[in-house]
Every structure is written in C-alpha cells, then in structure tokens.
C-alpha cells in the first residue's frame, strides 16, 4: 500500500483503501471535525468516496483540468 500517512489522520495510517473510503472525511489531514460537520450540513458529505464521487468537486476538477490544458 502506499504511504498516506501524510495525507491521513493518525488513526487512519493503517486502514485499507477500502477502510478509508468508507471513512469519514476528517480522516483526511486539514479536515476538522467542524469542517466534515460543515461538508454533511451543505452537501451531505459524510464519508472519503462520497467526497471523491460528489457531482460539484467532479464539476470542479473537470473544469480545473479543462483550464489547465488551455495554458
């Protein structure tokens, strides 16, 4: 497995990638518990794939990708 540790919160370092994509997002390194709350509230974002999957951060990366290719 690769190492995330740097990307994870201590007590995820172990955990499969399939472990983590069930997790929830302040398993990821910079999301607090407040900003996860925050996430569930405006978007109903409670775990790591529904974060990945959500359509506005696909929208999002499509978009950024699009821009960066136009450069």
């Known amino acids: 497995m690769a190492d995330l540790s740097a990307f994870l919160d201590k007590a995820f370092e172990n955990s499969s990638f399939e472990e983590l994509a069930e997790a929830p997002v302040d398993a990821l390194a910079g999301i607090s518990k407040s900003d996860a709350e925050a996430l ?15 359509k506005v951060i696909l929208i999002a990366q499509a978009i950024a990708g ?3 290719s136009k450069k």
Not at 40 to 54: C, F, N
Request: glycine share 6%; hydrophobic share 50%; proline share 0%.
């Open 40 to 54: 569930k509230q405006a978007l109903g974002i409670k775990t790591i794939r529904q974060l990945a999957e959500h």
């Open 66 to 68: 699009l821009a960066a």
